[in-house]
């Protein structure tokens, strides 16, 4: 294991075995406390290193530190100097993608095979929004009113924002909010989820290259009920961008109303994935399994509830399991690897326990549903698995499992895959495989989630972006749509 570690440190010093510090004010610093917590390779449980723990009085360093540079210099940046500063930081991170990807890998455990994709999510997304820099102004109307009166609207940036992050995505996730933050001239205070904080250290560092002013990105490592508390409930900060659970996200809402904070919460998910009898199933059976087995099933939009047409069920049940079964399980690290580990234990037994808990609520098994031994038992690996004979009322159908389980479900027809579509009580994703353009135009009207992928699923234009309806949350990341969220507007009037 001690020889791991040493072969990682070759691929970046965040693996070099001191105390990783975190960044305030534009320093590294060690927690307030001193105290550190350690990060592990969850393919293989190896200790990766240590990382300063803040909490509370880290928390209040940030955030003065982030309030400094929001009323100081940074506030002199013209919107050109904060493209430039942009273009700048995405040439930085698509030169360093590999070392920024294997961190993560390392750390949360995705396939690296993932790489081509995020890099052009992601350096997409930086330089989609440096051309958002100008998506700041007001407007100005004929006056309306009787006398000599001039109003117009001016849009100023809300101030310091507080970030909070899950594990399964920090690489792209940190961005949907550093992204407006340096488009609109906010400052942000930052806390990355315990298990995935290093590739956000990394990104800190190349931003600092990319000559990133002193306090206008703090990171704070540290947990959530201490670190990431404090910082929801902080009366100096203006907005909370939170991507994480549905519970979390509730307690975060409560939070905001020390200060009435505006909040952006990006939650939970059990998304519908509807296949229709005349799908191209040569595209939709890869399509649906990938859907959900996508970074083993830790994706806030993974399409787990999955619809098919009855008269075409058996066909595409064999289809699944086919290839479910061609599927490689193992270490992120590997190349070929299509599945990684489970970020951690607590994931593993989750997701284990709804192995058990499908079979006991009468679904069938088709595939999985097992804990893989072997030469990667000291890793959180897990089967892709799918039940069938799903109802749409048993807690495997109901409930966000955040690993490769697909539930499947009958239909008779549209009208009751949009019923059973709309039971539930998130609206993230969605998607309908279907080669007719009426029902393909109707599903996407009706189906009640945010996002509606048609032929195809995940895919996401920076330029466009996604939110959430109903239990996913509320807010919007990315496309120009977001940028709104990270300014107030100001009437101004003159009697002239
Ligand atoms: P989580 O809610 O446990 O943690 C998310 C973040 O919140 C972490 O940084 C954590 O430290 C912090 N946190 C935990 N308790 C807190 C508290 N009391 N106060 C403040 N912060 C706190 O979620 P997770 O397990 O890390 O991530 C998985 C969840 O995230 C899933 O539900 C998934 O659907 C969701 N997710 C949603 C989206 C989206 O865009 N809608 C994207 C990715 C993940």
Request: charged residues 20%.
């Amino acid at each position: 294991a001690v020889e791991d570690v040493r072969n990682y440190a070759s691929v970046s010093h965040m693996f070099d075995g001191k105390p990783k510090k975190m960044f305030i004010g534009g320093e590294w610093v060690e927690a307030a406390s001193g105290k550190t917590f350690e990060t592990s390779n969850p393919a293989n449980g190896d200790l990766l290193g240590h990382i300063a723990e803040g909490d509370l009085e880290d928390i209040n360093r940030a955030v003065r530190a982030a309030r400094k540079a929001f009323e100081g210099e940074w506030s002199k940046w013209t919107p050109q100097d904060r493209m430039a500063l942009l273009l700048r930081a995405a040439d930085l991170i698509e030169s360093h993608f590999q070392e920024l990807l294997t961190i993560d890998t390392l750390e949360m455990g995705a396939p690296i095979s993932r790489g081509p994709f995020m890099k052009q999510m992601i350096v997409g997304a930086i330089r989609f929004y440096s051309s958002q820099v100008f998506n700041t102004a007001g407007n100005t109307r004929p006056n309306s009113l009787p006398g000599d009166f001039r109003t117009f609207t001016l849009r100023a940036p809300v101030g310091v924002v507080g970030g909070i992050i899950p594990w399964n995505s920090p690489i792209l996730s940190q961005w949907w909010l550093i992204g407006p933050v340096l488009a609109t001239g906010c400052t942000l205070v930052l806390k990355p989820a315990e298990d995935a904080s290093l590739v956000v250290l990394r990104t800190a560092e190349l931003l600092e290259q990319a000559g990133l002013p002193k306090g206008v990105l703090n990171v704070v490592t540290g947990f959530g009920p201490t670190a990431g508390q404090a910082l929801a409930e902080h009366l100096d900060v203006d907005r909370i961008g939170f991507t994480g659970s549905t519970q979390t996200g509730q307690g975060i809402i409560r939070a905001s109303a020390t200060n009435i904070k505006r909040v952006q919460v990006e939650l939970g998910g059990k998304s519908p994935d509807i296949i229709f009898a005349d799908a191209d199933l040569d595209k939709a059976v890869p399509g649906a399994a990938m859907a959900v087995f996508a970074n083993s099933g830790q994706v806030c939009f993974a399409g787990t509830r999955l619809f098919v047409q009855k008269s075409i069920q058996e066909e595409f049940l064999e289809r699944l399991q086919a290839f479910t079964k061609t599927l490689k399980v193992g270490p992120g690290i590997d190349p070929s690897t299509q599945l990684g580990p489970l970020v951690n234990r607590k994931q593993l037994e989750r997701v284990t326990g709804y192995f058990e808990l499908g079979t006991q609520e009468g679904a069938q098994l088709v595939v999985g549903g097992k804990r893989l031994g072997g030469n990667l038992a000291d890793g959180n690996f897990v089967e892709p698995t799918v039940f069938s004979n799903v109802h749409n009322d048993m807690r495997i159908a109901r409930e966000e499992i955040f690993g490769p389980v697909i539930s499947v479900i009958g239909f008779e027809d549209a009208e009751e895959a949009l019923k059973l579509a709309n039971d539930t009580s998130f609206g993230l994703g969605g998607a309908v495989w279907t080669r007719d353009l009426s029902t393909a135009m109707t599903m996407s009207e009706k189906i009640k989630s945010s996002t509606v992928w048609v032929n195809c699923y995940g895919i996401i234009d920076p330029s466009v972006g996604f939110g959430g309806y109903r239990m996913s949350g509320y807010g919007w990341k990315g496309g120009p749509d977001q940028i709104e969220g990270f300014l107030y507007q100001k009437n101004v009037t003159m009697n002239l």
